[in-house]
C-alpha cells in the first residue's frame, strides 16, 4: 500500500483564544503532523537557519514568488513579507505529513481558495467576555490594544464563514482532543482512500 | 449555551471486516453515543421489551411506517422486516447524542438520501485476502457461504461510493480510534456551531 498523501490543516483563531497551547497539546506524540515553513524578507538573525523557521529571501525573489504563484498565501507589511510556500508544502503532504499552517483569517481564505482540499479550523474561546478576561490576565497588552484585539476578533468571527470546524476552547485539554481527532478522522477521508476499494 | 445537536453515524462493511470489535472498542468511556431501536416484524422473544433492542410492530403497522416515511432505511425479507425508525433517531439527535446505525450499504443509502447530513463510515478488512482468512478462521461459515460473502463485499466495495470516510480495520485499536475520532471531529463541524460565532 502506497503511503497515503497527509492534509494541509489551517488553524485560526483570535489573539487569546489559546491557540497555541491548544495545537502543542494536540501534536504531543503524532509524528504525522508538521508545521509548514513560510518564507520572509526578513534578515536571518545571527543563530538562524535557512530552512527550519523560515526560508529567507530578498525582497525581489518574494515578488517573483507572489507573481508565479508560488505562494499558497501571503501579506507584504511595511517592513517585511511573509507566505507559504506551495512547494514546500506539497512535498510534506506527498511524504504522508499532515502539515500544520498557522494563520489569520485573511491568509486562510487565500489558502482555501488555493487548495479547496485544505481543512480549515477557527478555534475560539467560550464568549468574547472570556476573551477579553484572558487578555487582560495576561497584562501584556495596554487598554487600546485590548480593545482593537477584540474589535478584530469580531471582525473575524464574520469573516470566519469558509472554516470546516469550529473547536471552543472551555478546556484546553477537550480542544486538543477535538483538534487531533480532526486530523485523525481527515486522513479517513473517502477521497484520500477510496483507490483501496477499486485495488480488490 | 445550548445543547448541541448530534450526528447520524452510519457504519458499513462487510462481514469480516471486524466491524463490532471496532465499534464496541470506540464506544468504551463514551457517554455521547447511542445506538439507534430498530422497529421489527419479528415477535418479540420471552425477555424482549419494546424499545430496548427494538420496537416491536405488526405487519400492518410496518407498512404503514413505510408508506408515511417515517422509517430512514427498512428492508422486507421473507419472514420479517426491519427498519430505522426516523422519529426515535430524530427525538436522540435533539437531545444532544451521536445515533449508531450498523446496516448494510443498501440502507446505509437509504440514510444517506434521506439524512444528507449522516456521517457515512465504511470499514474494510485490508485486503480481501485477509477477509478471506478471517472468514475460514471463524470456522463457522461453509466453503460456499465463504465464497457468498467474498462476492458480496466486492459488490459492496463497488457501491459504496456515497461514504464520507473509509477505515481500513489492520489494527482493531487503531481503527477504534479512528472511529472515535471521526466522530468527534464531525461534533465540531462549522455547520453545527456557527451560532456561537454570531452570538457575540
Redesign the interface.
Known amino acids: 500500500?502506497a503511503k497515503q498523501r497527509g492534509k494541509l490543516i489551517v488553524i485560526s483563531g483570535p489573539s487569546g483564544a489559546g491557540k497555541s497551547t491548544v495545537v502543542s497539546k494536540a501534536l504531543e506524540g503524532r509524528s504525522d503532523v508538521c508545521f509548514s515553513v513560510s518564507v520572509t524578507t526578513r534578515k536571518p538573525r545571527p543563530n538562524e537557519v535557512d530552512g527550519k523557521a523560515y526560508f529567507f529571501v530578498d525582497l525581489d525573489r518574494f515578488r517573483e514568488m507572489v507573481e508565479n504563484d508560488e505562494l499558497l498565501e501571503h501579506a507584504e507589511y511595511v517592513a517585511n513579507s511573509y507566505g507559504t510556500p506551495r512547494a514546500y508544502v506539497e512535498k510534506k503532504l506527498d511524504e504522508g505529513m499532515n502539515v500544520l499552517l498557522d494563520i489569520e483569517v485573511q491568509g486562510a481564505r487565500q489558502v482555501h481558495e488555493k487548495m479547496p482540499d485544505a481543512v480549515m479550523?477557527?478555534i475560539?474561546p467560550?464568549?468574547?467576555e472570556i476573551l477579553e478576561q484572558r487578555l487582560r490576565g495576561r497584562g501584556t497588552d495596554s487598554e487600546r490594544k485590548i480593545e482593537a484585539r477584540l474589535i478584530r476578533?469580531?471582525q473575524e468571527?464574520?469573516e470566519?464563514?469558509f472554516?470546516?470546524?469550529?473547536?471552543?476552547n472551555d478546556d484546553a485539554d477537550k480542544a486538543a482532543?477535538?483538534f487531533?481527532?480532526?486530523i485523525?478522522?481527515?486522513?479517513?477521508?473517502?477521497e484520500l482512500?477510496?483507490n483501496?476499494?477499486?485495488e480488490?
Open positions: 500500500m479550523i477557527f475560539i467560550p464568549s468574547m476578533a469580531k468571527y464574520a470566519a464563514d472554516y470546516d470546524y469550529i473547536i471552543i482532543a477535538e487531533s481527532a480532526i485523525t478522522a481527515e486522513n479517513c477521508k473517502y482512500r477510496k483501496i476499494l477499486s480488490v
